[in-house]
């Protein structure tokens, strides 16, 4: 810790350094450029003086060529007037005054001519003079616009450089603070370590003179008092119960889980691989449907039938092999008796896969000599060959592999434990190869696909076969990339020791010997559970007095009220029974009331109707009909010698009648029967509630099974997420470092242009030296003329 702070604290120091010293770079860029700035101002002014100069020779030419005009024009007046005078001075006089008036003009002229010429010269001169001044003064307008735009853009990039310096110099200083605290709780901090160190050594060297010590006296204790020492020979050493590794057994069931999880992956894929290969047989290169295939093809799709059978046993054995590991058992090689059976599971499966092998690839031969078979189908079908050939030799490489695996289990001598790291190794390998034959065998079957879709006869039966077949070798394909790379991962585990073995490291174990060693190992944990068995707390003796006698009362009041309880059940019970009894034989009363107020009604109407002298017909026929309701009933004539029946408080009936005693027992029998039928409706009715909760109840297991599989796909593309988001977080630290050492590069580069742009502006200063001097030496040159 303090020596990555101090590393770091070097660094910032190194950052701090490099940035001061670009900072003075820059300070000095700016000075530079204000003294540029005040050098161009005082050339401005220079240029401006220069300039009014050259305004004020002009208005002096100007002022004497305007005086020069005058003069010219007073000139030709007195030319004028002298050619006037002569020719008046001609007619008086003679030769010799002409002569003399000739004489005189001529002179004039010439003076005139020299006058003009030079005139002529100065206005040329002037002309090219006033040229040469603006277009000078117009370069150094535009050069001082430049040069000033730049040093506005060198200020502006000078300033944000500055500001940005500052800032960082400030948040260093600020670190650079933070750090010393830190460096100094560091100190105290290591001074501590320092100290707690010294006592650790001492306390070291104390634990060691009394370990010392003990184990001279346990060294003693043993050569007295023990006789035999086991640990000494290894055929009796096995027999002991080594060292359990918890953390080992552990990471042994997951990796048994995850191995088990890809090699149903594998099954289902090789199943559908194989189903799919027997349906494409069926189809091409000819179709069942339409005329029978040949007898090649027959045989291996029969064998191709039977692909289940090789194929699942692998998952069960695998199965079987996950159940055995716990955490109670110990897992080597030498114990792991499973390994065995999912070992002869795979060589039935490899020797499935010889057996398939020649019929395959006369299969293939077959679709060569179809006429439909194009060359590049040809050469596809031929490498596609090849593949199954590697294929199947890569499936006999790991069927030896892992039966050298099974071998320590079964014939400990046959394999020594320094070689299982190798077998480990060479399996590995050989599962990367096998995910290579697999990615070829995808390749070339996808190529074929595609060369076979643009095939005339093509039919949609094939297509979708091709399709299916593809899907299955891309899963063969991602299955085996996962259980090569998953072992890959694991390899370390599997090569490592397992930390198991006996005592002493003196011997093998033998997996007989091992099985013994497993069962002393239970015994003595048994042995261990009751030893610790905790005893019960002990309880005073007037406490336990008391509560013995409050148990025994609580004991005979419990079977007293127990008694009681199964009484009032039993008198429940009874009381019930004759509830049901009661509401019977009320239902039953009920019924024969109404009859016989009915009849009674009727009887006292015939007997009315007999006193009032009516014939005994009329009267008989009258009440002698039935009516509706009554079932059974009988007219009877009123004979006073009878008896009257009578009704008693429960509403029962007394008659002497036969015929009644039937129809009562006939509506007796008819209210038991609709009694136990509604009986039965009811319980019909509680079964269909029941049969529906049932119904109901395993749709939602069904769901929650569903809910339960969705949760591990999703925990599992949730896992993959967040190796994804690792990966994105290890990809962004790199991107940063990345742009943090492209800003340093960028900052070392600006200081690089800053330098290289003050060397820009000390060239532009000596070229604006050199025009100053041309312009100097042209201005006296000019002059001069």
Same mark, same amino acid.
């Given at each position: 810790?303090?020596?990555?702070?101090? /590393?770091?604290?070097?660094?910032?120091? !190194?950052?701090?350094?490099?940035?001061?010293?670009?900072?003075?770079?820059?300070?000095?860029?700016?000075?530079?450029?204000?003294?540029?700035?005040?050098?161009?101002?005082?050339?401005?002014?220079?240029?401006?003086?220069?300039?009014?100069?050259?305004?004020?020779?002009?208005?002096?030419?100007?002022?004497?060529?305007?005086?020069?005009?005058?003069?010219?024009?007073?000139?030709?007046?007195?030319?004028?007037?002298?050619?006037?005078?002569?020719?008046?001075?001609?007619?008086?006089?003679?030769?010799?005054?002409?002569?003399?008036?000739?004489? +005189?003009?001529?002179?004039?002229?010439?003076?005139?001519?020299?006058?003009?010429?030079?005139?002529?010269?100065?206005?040329?001169?002037?002309?090219?003079?006033?040229?040469?001044?603006?277009?000078?003064?117009?370069?150094?307008?535009?050069?001082?616009?430049?040069?000033?735009?730049?040093?506005?853009?060198?200020?502006?990039?000078?300033?944000?450089?500055?500001?940005?310096?500052?800032?960082?110099?400030?948040?260093?200083?600020?670190? =650079?603070?933070?750090?010393?605290?830190?460096?100094?709780?560091?100190?105290?901090?290591?001074?501590?370590?320092?100290?707690?160190?010294?006592?650790?050594?001492?306390?070291?060297?104390?634990?060691?003179?009394?370990?010392?010590?003990?184990?001279?006296?346990?060294?003693?204790?043993?050569?007295?008092?023990?006789?035999?020492?086991?640990?000494?020979?290894?055929?009796? #050493?096995?027999?002991?119960?080594?060292?359990?590794?918890?953390?080992?057994?552990?990471?042994?069931?997951?990796?048994?889980?995850?191995?088990?999880?890809?090699?149903?992956?594998?099954?289902?894929?090789?199943?559908?691989? +194989?189903?799919?290969?027997?349906?494409?047989?069926?189809?091409?290169?000819?179709?069942?449907?339409?005329?029978?295939?040949?007898?090649?093809?027959?045989?291996?799709?029969?064998?191709?039938?039977?692909?289940?059978?090789?194929?699942?046993?692998?998952?069960?054995?695998?199965?079987?092999?996950?159940?055995?590991?716990?955490?109670?058992?110990?897992?080597?090689?030498?114990?792991?008796?499973?390994?065995?059976?999912?070992?002869?599971?795979?060589?039935?499966?490899?020797?499935?896969?010889?057996?398939?092998?020649?019929?395959?690839?006369?299969?293939?031969?077959?679709?060569?000599?179809?006429?439909?078979?194009?060359?590049?189908?040809?050469?596809?079908?031929?490498?596609?060959?090849?593949?199954?050939?590697?294929?199947?030799?890569?499936?006999?490489?790991?069927? #030896?592999?892992?039966?050298?695996?099974?071998?320590?289990?079964?014939?400990?001598?046959?394999?020594?434990?320094?070689?299982?790291?190798?077998?480990?190794?060479?399996?590995?390998?050989?599962?990367?190869?096998?995910?290579? /034959?697999?990615?070829?065998?995808?390749? +070339?079957?996808?190529?074929?696909?595609?060369?076979?879709?643009?095939?005339?006869?093509?039919?949609?039966?094939?297509?979708?076969?091709?399709?299916?077949?593809?899907?299955?070798?891309?899963?063969?394909?991602?299955?085996?990339?996962?259980?090569?790379?998953?072992?890959?991962?694991?390899?370390?585990?599997?090569?490592?020791?397992?930390?198991?073995?006996?005592?002493?490291?003196?011997?093998?174990?033998?997996?007989?010997?091992?099985?013994?060693?497993?069962?002393?190992?239970?015994?003595?944990?048994?042995?261990?559970?009751?030893?610790?068995?905790?005893?019960?707390?002990?309880?005073?003796?007037?406490?336990?007095?008391? #509560?013995?006698?409050?148990?025994?009362?609580?004991?005979?009041?419990?079977?007293?009220?127990?008694?009681?309880?199964?009484?009032?059940?039993?008198?429940? /019970?009874?009381?019930?029974?004759? =509830?049901?009894?009661?509401?019977?034989?009320?239902?039953?009363?009920?019924?024969?009331?109404?009859?016989?107020?009915?009849?009674?009604?009727?009887?006292?109407?015939?007997?009315?109707?007999?006193?009032?002298?009516?014939?005994?017909?009329?009267? !008989?026929?009258?009440?002698?009909?039935?009516?509706?309701?009554?079932?059974?009933?009988?007219?009877?004539?009123?004979?006073?010698?009878?008896?009257?029946?009578?009704?008693?408080?429960?509403?029962?009936?007394?008659?002497?009648?036969?015929?009644?005693?039937?129809?009562?027992?006939?509506?007796?029998?008819?209210?038991?029967?609709?009694?136990?039928?509604?009986?039965?409706?009811?319980?019909?009715?509680?079964?269909?509630?029941?049969?529906?909760?049932?119904?109901?109840? +395993?749709?939602?297991?069904?769901?929650?099974?569903?809910?339960?599989?969705?949760?591990?796909?999703?925990?599992?593309?949730?896992?993959?997420?967040?190796?994804?988001?690792?990966? #994105?977080?290890?990809?962004?630290?790199?991107?940063?470092?990345?742009? =943090?050492?492209?800003?340093?590069?960028?900052?070392?580069?600006?200081?690089?242009?800053?330098?290289?742009?003050?060397?820009?502006?000390?060239?532009?200063?000596?070229?604006?030296?050199?025009?100053?001097?041309?312009?100097? /030496?042209?201005?006296?040159?000019?002059?001069?003329?």
């Amino acid at each position: 810790m303090a020596t990555d702070l101090q /590393a770091k604290y070097t660094k910032l120091a !190194q950052e701090y350094s490099k940035l001061r010293a670009q900072n003075q770079v820059l300070k000095k860029a700016v000075v530079d450029e204000q003294a540029n700035s005040s050098s161009f101002k005082e050339q401005l002014k220079q240029r401006e003086q220069s300039l009014r100069k050259v305004e004020q020779e002009m208005d002096s030419l100007s002022f004497r060529n305007q005086q020069l005009a005058k003069r010219v024009e007073l000139l030709q007046e007195e030319l004028a007037n002298s050619e006037a005078r002569g020719k008046k001075s001609k007619q008086k006089t003679g030769d010799s005054p002409s002569q003399h008036a000739l004489q +005189h003009p001529s002179v004039f002229d010439e003076d005139l001519q020299k006058k003009i010429e030079e005139n002529e010269r100065l206005h040329i001169q002037f002309f090219e003079a006033d040229e040469q001044h603006r277009h000078r003064e117009a370069q150094l307008r535009e050069q001082l616009e430049v040069l000033e735009r730049d040093a506005a853009q060198h200020q502006a990039v000078v300033d944000g450089l500055t500001q940005k310096y500052m800032e960082t110099i400030e948040k260093l200083q600020n670190d =650079k603070a933070k750090l010393e605290v830190k460096s100094q709780t560091l100190e105290r901090e290591a001074k501590e370590c320092r100290l707690r160190t010294e006592e650790c050594q001492q306390q070291l060297r104390k634990f060691q003179t009394e370990l010392s010590s003990q184990l001279e006296h346990t060294t003693n204790i043993i050569k007295e008092k023990v006789p035999f020492n086991d640990t000494r020979h290894a055929h009796y #050493n096995t027999l002991n119960v080594p060292p359990h590794n918890r953390r080992h057994q552990l990471k042994a069931q997951d990796v048994a889980g995850q191995a088990l999880g890809f090699v149903q992956d594998l099954v289902a894929a090789l199943l559908n691989f +194989h189903t799919y290969t027997e349906q494409r047989v069926h189809i091409y290169p000819r179709d069942s449907a339409i005329e029978p295939i040949s007898p090649l093809n027959q045989k291996f799709s029969q064998y191709l039938h039977e692909n289940a059978g090789y194929v699942r046993p692998l998952e069960d054995g695998l199965q079987q092999l996950l159940e055995s590991i716990t955490e109670e058992t110990i897992t080597t090689l030498e114990t792991t008796v499973k390994l065995k059976d999912f070992s002869d599971h795979f060589t039935s499966y490899t020797r499935f896969l010889q057996k398939i092998l020649p019929y395959q690839l006369k299969s293939l031969e077959e679709e060569c000599e179809s006429p439909l078979c194009t060359s590049s189908l040809t050469s596809k079908n031929k490498e596609l060959q090849d593949d199954m050939r590697k294929m199947t030799s890569v499936f006999e490489k790991l069927q #030896n592999y892992i039966s050298l695996l099974s071998l320590p289990s079964t014939k400990p001598e046959a394999l020594p434990p320094s070689s299982f790291s190798a077998v480990f190794t060479q399996l590995a390998a050989c599962l990367h190869g096998l995910q290579d /034959a697999m990615k070829d065998v995808s390749k +070339h079957y996808s190529q074929k696909a595609t060369l076979e879709q643009d095939l005339p006869t093509v039919t949609q039966k094939l297509r979708t076969t091709n399709e299916c077949i593809l899907s299955s070798l891309g899963s063969l394909t991602n299955s085996t990339g996962k259980i090569a790379t998953f072992f890959s991962n694991n390899l370390d585990f599997f090569t490592a020791s397992a930390g198991y073995g006996p005592r002493g490291g003196l011997g093998l174990l033998n997996p007989l010997q091992a099985e013994c060693m497993l069962q002393n190992k239970r015994r003595a944990a048994a042995y261990i559970l009751r030893l610790r068995k905790p005893r019960p707390e002990s309880v005073p003796y007037l406490e336990a007095l008391s #509560n013995r006698r409050v148990l025994t009362s609580s004991t005979e009041s419990r079977e007293g009220l127990t008694q009681q309880v199964q009484q009032s059940q039993e008198k429940i /019970a009874r009381l019930e029974q004759e =509830k049901e009894h009661w509401l019977l034989e009320a239902q039953l009363s009920r019924i024969k009331l109404e009859k016989e107020t009915q009849r009674i009604a009727d009887l006292e109407r015939q007997l009315s109707m007999a006193l009032a002298g009516q014939p005994p017909s009329a009267a !008989q026929s009258s009440p002698a009909a039935p009516r509706p309701g009554q079932e059974g009933a009988e007219s009877v004539e009123c004979d006073p010698k009878e008896p009257v029946p009578t009704t008693s408080l429960v509403g029962m009936l007394t008659t002497t009648q036969i015929s009644e005693e039937a129809g009562d027992e006939q509506s007796r029998e008819q209210l038991i029967k609709s009694h136990y039928m509604s009986r039965v409706a009811d319980l019909t009715a509680q079964l269909q509630v029941a049969d529906s909760k049932a119904v109901h109840f +395993h749709a939602e297991c069904r769901a929650l099974a569903k809910r339960l599989a969705l949760a591990e796909k999703s925990r599992e593309t949730m896992t993959e997420e967040v190796k994804m988001a690792n990966q #994105n977080i290890s990809r962004l630290q790199d991107e940063l470092t990345t742009t =943090k050492r492209s800003y340093e590069d960028q900052l070392s580069m600006m200081s690089d242009h800053l330098c290289s742009m003050n060397e820009t502006l000390s060239k532009q200063r000596e070229e604006i030296d050199t025009l100053k001097l041309g312009s100097k /030496a042209n201005s006296k040159k000019n002059k001069s003329r």
